[in-house]
């Protein structure tokens, strides 16, 4: 199986949050960071990694992003509190490109 993820990033000021799912992390946070997709993300300098979840089932990570774009703000905030409460950007490590 490959592995997938379930992130949260926002942008500067946290006043938008964007929940997707990936199977490949750093190709995806490379083209939020660089904008290469003119998306809901692009638009509001959505960038700001804060909450990510490892799967090793892309089946199983799709039904989790799912739940959580059902969610409200409060429930995503909850999980980004709990995970990274001072909501540090947990891409700055990562090699992107």
Known sequence: MQKSWVYIITNKNSTVLYTGVTSN???RMFEHK???????????NCE?????????DVTQAIEY????KAGNRA???KLVNAQNPDWID???DMILG
Do not use: G, M, P, T
Not at 36 to 42: C, H, I
Not at 48 to 56: C, G
Not at 65 to 68: G, N, S, V
């Open 25 to 27: 992390l750093q190709k």
């Open 34 to 44: 660089s904008k290469v997709n003119k998306s809901f993300a692009a638009k509001y």
């Open 48 to 56: 700001k990694l804060v909450y990510l979840q490892e799967f090793s």
């Open 65 to 68: 992003e799912k739940k959580i």
């Open 75 to 77: 429930r995503k905030e």
């Open 90 to 92: 947990l891409s700055k």
